[in-house]
């Protein structure tokens, strides 16, 4: 139901369903159901190395580890308490260590 695919320079381009923020699109597209065509996601401090898209959530993984979820928590699928975050629609980081 949606894409997601990145760049030899490391920029995410999402597009498709956009239902509970799942392209991390932000705020400006949280009132469009679907995106047609990639777009950059603006949100991330830095180069990607990594993509993965789930059912209704999206993960990306910088260069220097770091982890960025955005879309459904439902049932805690970003690593939050689904009390404290239901969904959202930009990435944001989930600290972890190796």
């Known amino acids: 139901q949606s894409s997601m695919a990145l760049s030899i320079g490391g920029q995410v381009f999402c597009w498709g ?3 509970r ?3 991390g ?3 400006s597209f949280d ?3 679907s995106v047609l065509v990639p777009v950059s996601v603006p949100s991330l401090p830095g180069t990607a190395r990594a993509i993965a ?3 209704q959530h999206s993960a990306v993984i910088l260069r ?3 982890l960025f979820l955005t879309g459904d928590n439902t ?9 404290d975050i239901d969904w959202i ?3 944001y980081e989930l600290p972890f260590q190796d």
């Open 89 to 91: 629609s930009t990435f």
């Open 25 to 27: 699109l932000g705020p």
């Open 53 to 55: 898209a789930g059912g």
């Open 31 to 33: 009132h469009e159901d």
């Open 64 to 66: 220097r580890g770091r």
């Open 17 to 19: 369903s956009n239902s």
């Open 21 to 23: 923020g799942r392209l």
């Open 75 to 83: 049932r805690g699928q970003l690593g939050q308490s689904s009390r």
